[in-house]
């Protein structure tokens, strides 16, 4: 028989800048019928817990910190809802590796330019590779052809990055997502002869 495991006790999370726990001795605290008053933290504490809310510092750099009285779970929710939003907002542009042979067949070739054209439009860059194995590296002018074709195919969609270029028994180039021309996406204004000078 094992004596039983003992695990230590768990630490209560503590809560940051919200009650007691804020440092300041003093702060512009915002209550919810839009008072606004410079106060001892102690007596602002008191003041939003007799509402039955929590003081949470919002602005800790201000001078004094800013503090709103708001309820501590709703205001984790709206943090956490913030953060999702920034994470969708935040893309990650991922280098999306297509691979070719000198000799790939156009339905091959052509399912994996439309691959390269739907990782373009999501904002990734594409890198294309030809692999020589054995006596194909022979035909290393075949895999640039195909290299230039590709380049070529994705015009107005995404941007080459230099020429094909031969590393090893590979070449490749990369292929980087086309900017988009917001004056394209509006509406032309009417253009008129002496609009460019003014009157």
Do not use: C
């Amino acid at each position: 028989m094992y004596p039983p495991r003992r695990f230590p006790p768990r630490r209560p999370r503590i809560r940051e800048n919200v009650n007691e726990a804020i440092r300041a001795r003093e702060v512009r605290a915002v209550f919810p019928d839009g008072t606004v008053e410079v106060m001892p933290t102690p007596a602002a504490v008191r003041k939003a817990q007799d509402m039955g809310l929590d003081l949470i510092v919002i602005a800790p750099t201000a001078e004094p910190p800013v503090a709103k009285a708001m309820d501590y779970g709703q205001w984790q929710y709206e943090q956490k809802k913030k953060q999702q939003e920034a994470k969708k907002k935040q893309h990650v542009i991922q280098v999306k590796e297509i691979k070719f042979r000198p000799n790939t067949d156009d339905h091959d070739y052509n399912f994996k330019k439309n691959n390269a054209i739907r990782f373009l439009k999501e904002g990734n860059r594409v890198k294309a590779v030809v692999q020589f194995r054995g006596r194909e590296i022979a035909h290393v002018d075949l895999g640039k052809k195909l290299l230039l074709r590709f380049a070529e195919d994705l015009t107005g969609i995404g941007s080459v990055e230099g020429q094909p270029r031969l590393e090893g028994r590979n070449a490749h180039i990369l292929v980087s997502p086309a900017k988009r021309d917001k004056a394209k996406e509006k509406p032309a204004a009417p253009q008129q002869g002496a609009s460019q000078h003014g009157s």
